[in-house]
């Protein structure tokens, strides 16, 4: 017998199909090292069948496990949306953005507009992708009109409305737009709020 044809102790062996105790111990792991929504634990748990196969009694009810989890509190989506939605927030992203994230995530239009950026939310929100992306009067070197273009573009594509946008790009100085995004948290004209 040649040695190519021996068990290769580098070869994984395939992992064992899922039975309901390894799918709760999959479970109950994700739950343990991430924050998530009830949505994202069923499709990891689905995926995770769909690799592994399954070996137990009946079908897998991923739907019942996830319910039992939320209604333990492992699994809570208002606060993994308020959570996730503050983070993103802070980061620079727009309400468009925000609630994108939070729809893939499968959170529902409930939970989804109960968690509304308000206008001061929104221009602190730029405010931040500005600064961190160095845009309008947060730029190191004049800012020509091509590059104002892109600027907007940019802003666009995080979601800010296109009136807070030009509002900050068009700023006169960084003390200017600091002064603009500490404004009142009221909705302005122009100013979205999201779903």
Do not use: C
């Not at 343990?32 to 499709?43: G, H, I, M, N």
């Not at 996730?84 to 609630?99: D, E, M």
């Amino acid at each position: 017998m040649r040695s190519a044809d021996r068990h290769n102790p580098r070869q994984k062996k395939p992992p064992k199909p899922l039975d309901r105790a390894r799918l709760e111990e999959l479970a109950l792991a994700y739950v343990a090292r991430f924050a998530t929504s009830a949505a994202k634990l069923e499709a990891y748990l689905a995926r995770k069948l769909r690799e592994r196969g399954w070996d137990g009694d009946g079908e897998p009810d991923i739907a019942a496990l996830v319910s039992r989890y939320a209604a333990l509190g492992y699994v809570d989506d208002a606060s993994y949306a308020r959570v996730k939605a503050g983070g993103l927030l802070r980061r620079g992203y727009g309400p468009r953005r925000v609630s994108q994230a939070l729809n893939a995530a499968g959170i529902s239009q409930e939970i989804r507009e109960g968690l509304r950026a308000g206008a001061g939310e929104q221009r602190r929100a730029v405010l931040a992708l500005a600064r961190k992306r160095r845009f309008g009067p947060f730029a190191a070197t004049p800012v020509d009109r091509a590059m104002r273009e892109k600027q907007i573009a940019a802003m666009l594509r995080a979601g800010h409305s296109l009136d807070n946008i030009r509002e900050l790009v068009d700023a006169p100085s960084p003390e200017a737009a600091e002064e603009w995004a500490a404004g009142p948290d009221e909705v302005g004209p122009g100013e979205e709020e999201w779903s």
